[in-house]
Each structure stands twice: as C-alpha cells, then as structure tokens.
C-alpha cells in the first residue's frame, strides 16, 4: 500500500500571508508512460463533504480560486494557498489514485493566526 | 448538475449489517466508477471500495474484505454497500464518491453529503 504522509499536522497563518502544506508519497505516483503524478487535493470544511481542489498534481478544478496551486513530483508535493482568506479555513487532505487500496494522507488542520 | 445522495445508515449492533444506497443523478452513471469513502468521528478520510463503471470489477479495504459487498444497478443510477458483521471500528459517515474521469484509479468528484453508520451495543 503507498502511505501518504502529510504536514505539518496543523497550520496557523496570518490572512493574506502564504499557506503550505506538504505531501509525500512512500512511493513514486508518477506514471512514466502519460507523465503523470497521480494525485489529488481535497478542502473538507467542519460538517462538510471533502471537495475536489487539485488533481494530477497541479491541475485546478474547474471553479477553485487561483490563490490555491499544486506542485511536486514523483514522491514529494505541495499545495500552496497564495494569500489566505477566511473562507479558507479547513481540513486539507492529498490523496494517491496510482494504485488500489486509494490513500489518503491523515490530514493538516488550516486554520488563521 | 451531478448528485449523489446516500441513504441507509443507522444505528446496528455489533455483527449485525446494514446496506446504504447511493443515488446518483445529473451524469451517466454506467460511464464511471464509483467509490465509498469513510471517515470515523473526528478522524481523517478512508476510502472502503470501488467498482467500475460496468459493475463488473470491484475492489476493497483489507478492513473491509470479506464483510462488505459493493453493487450497482445502472438502471437505477445506483449504488450500494452491502455491510455485514459489523464491528465498532465500521463507525463513520459514508460518503459515496463519483470517479473524476473513466476507471478506477482517479480522484473523487463530486462527494454525496455521508451517512452515518453507527455500530454499538
């Protein structure tokens, strides 16, 4: 099974001041043969479904503000909140889709400084 | 616009079982897998199984093997988990999850609103 691990755990940032979190795959989820890293970005807010921010890495789902980015390759990635807003407060979760059983870092609590 | 609205969690004992549905709409469901995703309490996101557009694959959590049964019926548009010998660790709200793009490997969207199965005596 490949363990996504993410963190910090939780994170305090100021509003308007730059928020990352981090996640890294026990193994590679980039496929050579398209080029692809497989992996998604998920915002869950308190009561809420999870919502869908970033898939393969880096590409933004239709509708996400651009303040939110996806980078990394291979084994290592980051989700960037440019400048953070209220509304931004939320469970963030990376998630592997290269192989079955589908894995799901544990999770980094966002929250305002 | 897609929808998925699960149904059928409760409050079951120890060993018992339960089956929740998925209802999907606003997409044709034959063309995508779908998912059950799990999260207890307070905890982070697990996901329990998967099964192809076709109904024809289906793949699980070793948590869940053997116990639990994924279906679909594509003429419905939809979904089920069929859970049996329930265990106190099986607590959690269970979304269903539409696949992003065709086949199982992919990122989940949109996420039902859960239901929630708890298991105690």
């Known amino acids: 099974d490949i363990v996504m691990t993410q963190s910090p755990d939780s994170l305090a940032v100021s509003l308007g001041e730059r928020a990352t979190i981090n996640c890294k795959s026990s193994?590679?989820?980039?496929?050579?043969?398209?080029?692809?890293?497989?992996l998604a970005w998920y915002q869950q807010k308190p009561g809420q479904p999870p919502k869908l921010l970033i898939y393969?890495?880096?590409t933004r789902e239709s509708g996400v503000p651009d303040r939110f980015s996806g980078s990394g390759s291979g084994t290592d990635f980051t989700l960037t909140i440019s400048s953070l807003q209220a509304e931004d407060v939320a469970v963030y979760y990376c998630?592997?889709?290269?192989?079955?059983?589908?894995?799901f870092g544990q999770g980094t609590r966002l929250e305002i400084k | 616009e897609v929808q998925l609205l699960e149904s059928g969690g409760g409050l079951v004992q120890p060993g018992g079982c339960l089956r929740l549905?998925?209802?999907?709409?606003?997409?044709?469901?034959?063309?995508?897998?779908m998912s059950w995703v799990r999260q207890a309490p307070g905890k982070g996101l697990e996901w329990v199984s998967a099964?192809?557009?076709?109904?024809?694959?289906?793949y699980y959590a070793d948590s869940v093997k053997g116990r639990f049964t994924m279906s679909r019926d594509n003429s419905k548009n939809t979904l089920y988990l069929q859970m049996n010998s329930l265990r106190a660790e099986d607590t959690a709200v269970y979304y269903c999850?539409?696949?992003?793009?065709?086949?199982?490997?992919?990122?989940?969207?949109?996420w039902g609103q859960g239901t929630l199965v708890s298991v105690s005596s």
């Open positions: 193994q590679s989820v980039l496929y050579n043969s398209n080029n692809k890293n497989y």
């Open positions: 099964i192809s557009g076709s109904g024809g694959s289906t």
């Open positions: 998630q592997q889709y290269y192989s079955t059983p589908l894995t």
């Open positions: 393969w890495a880096s």
């Open positions: 549905s998925c209802a999907a709409s606003g997409f044709t469901s034959s063309n995508y897998a």
């Open positions: 999850a539409k696949a992003g793009e065709d086949g199982i490997l992919n990122w989940f969207d949109p």
